[in-house]
Nanobody, 125 residues
């Protein structure tokens, strides 16, 4: 199984950026896919998750209303659209895939089995 996150870069505050996660080696539609991030000097934190069927999405409070998450199961890809970016959104963004049981938290990194290598997003003020 491989997950590859890409699309990071440098953007000004208030701008937008879309990062993507391409997966291979798994039955993609059966996996929930989440994004986590780790900023400089910070612990890794949950950002957003989309369920395998794309029927549900979940967001951290800090990004709700600014970020959207979607997926294209035909292309084994998940997208994180980030709008109204703030300097505090600067981080390495990681995608992760897991089959998370109903009732378990999508925000807990231990519930994900596979991780990508991360892509750096830098938001300048």
């Amino acid at each position: 199984v491989q997950l590859q996150a890409y699309g990071g870069g440098l953007v000004q505050a208030g701008g937008s950026l879309r990062v993507s996660c391409a997966a291979s080696g798994l039955t993609f539609c059966m996996y929930d896919v989440g994004w986590f991030r780790q900023g400089p000097g910070k612990e890794r934190e949950f950002v957003a998750t989309v369920t395998g069927s794309a029927s549900s999405t979940y967001f951290a409070g800090s990004v709700k209303g600014r970020f959207t998450i979607s997926r294209d199961n035909a292309k084994n890809t998940v997208f994180l659209q980030m709008n109204s970016l703030k300097p505090e959104d600067t981080a390495v963004y990681y995608c992760a895939a897991g089959r998370i049981p109903v009732g378990s938290s999508v925000a807990v990194s231990e519930n994900y089995n596979y991780w990508g290598q991360g892509t750096l997003v830098t938001v300048s003020s």
